[in-house]
C-alpha cells in the first residue's frame, strides 16, 4: 500500500468510527479519544518505523531525527462534531523533509474524503471572491482583506472543513491568522497544493513541519491568481 493510500484507508476508517460515535451521543472528548488510538494503532502496524505527531498523543522529540513524520488530527472541529454539525474533518498527513507531501482529509459527514493523489479539478472561480472564516471568531485581519478586495465572507468550523470548500470550489480563499498547530493545517495544505491551489504562510514563506514548536499559527490557501493581492493586503495591514 502506498503511503498515499494508506492516508486515504486511515482516514475513512477513522471517520467511519467517528460518525458512529456522532450518531450515538456527539461526545467530542469520545470522539478525539477513540479515533487518535484507531490512528496510531494503524499507523504502527502498517509503517512501524515512522513517528506520528498527533494533537492527542504526547510528543516523541524522536520524530525530529525523522526525514518522515505522519502528522495527524483524529478530528479537527470537534466543537462542530459535538453540536452534530457536518463541518468538522479527519487529517492525516505525511511531511517528508518539512514538506506537506501526502495528505488525506476526511469529510465524513459529507461522505467525501480528499486526498492528495487525486484531487478534484478545481471549479471555475465564482465572480466576487468568497473568503473562509472562523464561523466563532473571524479576525480583523480577514475583515481588512475580505473589504479590500474584496469578497464576501462564510462562517465554518474546522480548518479542514474551510480548506476542503475551497478545493471543492465552494470558495476561493481560506485565510487564517488566529493560531493553529501542525497538526491543524499539514493534511489541508498537501491536499490544497496538489489540486494546484496557493498554500503559504500569510508572509508568503513556505509551509513547514516537524519543527520542534507544534505551533504553525497563520495559513492562505487560495486560488493561485488571488495569492498576490491577498498577500500585499496582508502586508498592508499588518504595517
Known amino acids: 500500500m502506498t503511503d498515499a493510500d494508506l492516508a486515504r484507508t486511515i482516514a475513512d476508517a477513522a471517520g467511519a468510527l467517528l460518525l458512529r460515535i456522532q450518531d450515538a451521543d456527539a461526545d467530542g472528548a469520545r470522539g478525539d479519544r477513540e479515533a487518535n488510538r484507531l490512528i496510531l494503532d494503524m499507523l504502527a502496524d502498517a509503517r512501524p518505523d515512522d513517528p506520528v505527531l498527533s494533537e492527542e498523543a504526547t510528543d516523541d522529540p524522536v520524530r525530529l531525527a525523522s526525514r518522515r513524520v505522519w502528522i495527524v488530527d483524529p478530528l479537527d472541529g470537534t466543537r462542530e462534531f459535538g453540536e452534530g454539525r457536518d463541518d468538522w474533518a ?30 478534484p479539478p478545481l471549479a471555475p472561480p465564482a465572480p466576487t471572491p468568497r473568503m473562509l472564516v472562523s464561523r466563532s471568531r473571524p479576525s480583523p485581519l ?34 487564517h491568522s488566529g493560531g493553529q498547530h501542525q497538526w491543524d493545517n499539514c493534511a489541508p495544505a498537501a491536499v490544497a497544493l496538489a489540486a494546484g491551489l496557493h498554500a503559504s504562510r500569510i508572509d508568503g514563506s513556505p509551509l513547514i513541519y516537524n519543527g520542534r514548536d507544534s505551533s504553525v499559527p497563520d495559513l492562505l490557501i487560495c486560488r493561485r491568481e488571488l495569492a498576490g493581492p491577498v498577500l500585499e493586503l496582508v502586508a498592508s495591514h499588518k504595517n
Not at 505525511?94 to 480528499?114: E, W
Not at 474546522?158 to 478545493?167: E, F, L, T
Open 90 to 119: 479527519v487529517h492525516i498527513a505525511l511531511a517528508i523533509d518539512g514538506a506537506p507531501a501526502i495528505g488525506a482529509v476526511a469529510l465524513p459527514r459529507l461522505g467525501l474524503t480528499l486526498s492528495s493523489d487525486a484531487p
Open 142 to 175: 480577514c475583515s481588512h482583506v475580505a473589504a479590500a478586495l474584496p469578497a464576501t465572507t462564510i462562517g465554518m468550523g474546522s480548518a479542514g472543513a474551510k480548506a476542503m470548500a475551497v478545493v471543492r470550489g465552494e470558495a476561493e480563499i481560506y485565510l
